[in-house]
């Protein structure tokens, strides 16, 4: 056994060997290290501007409301593989909505609560339309971003947010 940490989430994944994608996060393979060479982009000395904290907030905020709009759906699925889904739709997004806290220093994130469709189909499409937005919002993040550990995490959670694209284009 072995114990392996993404750079992303800083979480530690113990197995006999790295997972293809971060368990807790969903970050790629590529930013998970084995343990003692792992450096997590929240604990590197670099300090964030002022933009970059604006556009850290910006995550915060559509990550708390993802976990929001999860949760009702997971709520209102109607097969227990839907449900189960969304629950871990849910439980990635405020993986994200935790790592933006320690970058930013504040306390842990407070979930709200937010609408969503009786109506299947109307929240999967819905679900395409939000990772889409973040998938596009961080890819230019990242670009855009002049601090290193910035654009890694961007570029860690855009690549995150087209895999969920992807998962529930299977749905529709």
């Known amino acids: 056994m072995k114990v392996y940490i993404c750079e992303i989430c800083g979480d530690a994944y113990v197995g006999t060997e790295k997972p293809h994608d971060c368990p ?41 409301k993802a976990v929001a709009t999860y949760n009702c759906m997971a709520g209102r699925a109607k097969s227990y593989e839907t449900k189960a889904m969304y629950k871990r739709l849910a439980k990635v997004e405020m993986e994200h909505a935790t790592i933006v806290t320690k970058f930013l220093g504040i306390d842990r994130p407070v979930i709200g609560e937010e609408s969503c469709s ?55």
């Open 24 to 64: 807790f996060c969903g970050a790629k393979a590529n930013f998970i290290k084995d343990g003692a060479e792992a450096s997590p982009v929240f604990l590197r000395e670099e300090a964030l501007s002022g933009e970059t904290k604006k556009r850290m907030q910006e995550t915060y905020d559509l990550e708390v």
């Open 118 to 172: 009786d109506d299947e189909k109307e929240n999967f499409e819905k679900t395409v339309e939000l990772e889409d937005h973040a998938a596009k919002l961080y890819a230019g993040f990242a670009k855009d971003s002049t601090e290193q550990r910035a654009k890694i995490f961007f570029t860690a959670l855009a690549q995150v947010e087209a895999g969920h694209i992807e998962l529930i284009k299977n749905y529709l």
